[in-house]
């Protein structure tokens, strides 16, 4: 009775293994397969005037040089405001709060706010930042509300982070007279740093692929200036220029285009964060 109760198990498990096994590398296979046709679609439309120039009317000739600064301008600009925020907030919520009912608020109303429709974002954005806070259209609206939509994922994955570190390291340190800061600074955020990368990752994917909350903040104008001038003015990012492109004017070969540019950023993204975790991801 027991050795057939125990071969059961064994074919289900079996079963069950190579089920889940058969999943993932279809899914593999239907994200490489979406990514190789689009790069196979769009790299031959690739040249040095098509990526390095601004886009003409008058000579009818396309550029997204604007378009690939606006991108990085405003995720270096949203980085630089939600990685702060995000972990100063997993680090209260784990570290410092004592009110129980307080960190389930903060965490459930973060819960929350990550599931609202990006499209939600970009009306609330434009009404709060454009219009209420005189910001008008402009990429600073659209730093704005992309820190907004991505603090909660931050904030959930430096905190995940941060419940790995073993509890031994830090009373270790506690044990030898260091302060909580001291412990938290030098002992809890390297330990944590492979977890704020993946948020990061998370965040830069989101912000680069968002299109709809950035359409009615930051606008879709092709202009070259520099850091400053730019979060003043309104400018596209490359998905919404994507997205200008096939949908209003129906420019499929430049939106396959700027497609394989997205998707090489952010294979790039990810192979910068993949190098930071291996260098600095390990306590010594």
Not at 243 to 265: M, P, R, S, T
Request: hydrophobic share 50%; glycine share 10%.
């Amino acid at each position: 009775m027991l050795q057939t109760i125990s071969k059961k198990r064994k074919i289900q498990s079996m079963f069950f293994r190579n089920l889940m096994r058969i999943c993932g590398w279809g899914c593999a296979a239907i994200a490489f397969s979406i990514c190789a046709y689009i790069l196979v679609r769009g790299v031959g439309e690739l040249s040095f005037g098509f990526v390095f120039s601004k886009p003409s009317y008058i000579k009818e000739t396309i550029g997204i040089l604007p378009d690939l600064l606006n991108t990085i301008y405003l995720v270096v600009a949203a980085l630089a405001l939600v990685v702060p925020l995000g972990v100063g907030a997993a680090i209260y919520l784990c570290e410092y709060s004592r009110n129980a009912k307080m960190s389930a608020l903060i965490e459930h109303a973060a819960e929350i706010l990550s599931g609202i429709p990006s499209i939600i974002y970009g009306l609330v954005g434009m009404l709060f930042f454009c219009q209420f806070l005189g910001l008008k259209t402009s990429l600073a609206a659209g730093v704005l509300t992309m820190v907004i939509m991505n603090l909660p994922g931050m904030i959930r994955s430096a905190q995940e982070s941060l419940k790995t570190v073993p509890v031994s390291l830090k009373e270790g340190a506690y044990a030898l007279g260091a302060g909580k800061w001291k412990v938290i600074r030098s002992i809890v955020l390297p330990a944590c740093l492979p977890g704020v990368c993946t948020g990061m990752i998370l965040c830069c994917g989101r912000m680069v692929g968002e299109s709809a909350a950035l359409l009615f903040t930051a606008g879709f104008a092709h202009s070259i200036n520099g850091f400053v001038q730019a979060l003043q003015t309104s400018g596209a990012t490359l998905s919404v220029a994507l997205y200008v492109y096939a949908k209003e004017q129906g420019n499929f070969d430049a939106a396959f285009g700027i497609a394989a540019i997205l998707i090489i950023l952010v294979l790039a993204i990810n192979l910068l964060s993949g190098w930071i975790q291996k260098r600095f991801g390990t306590l010594d």
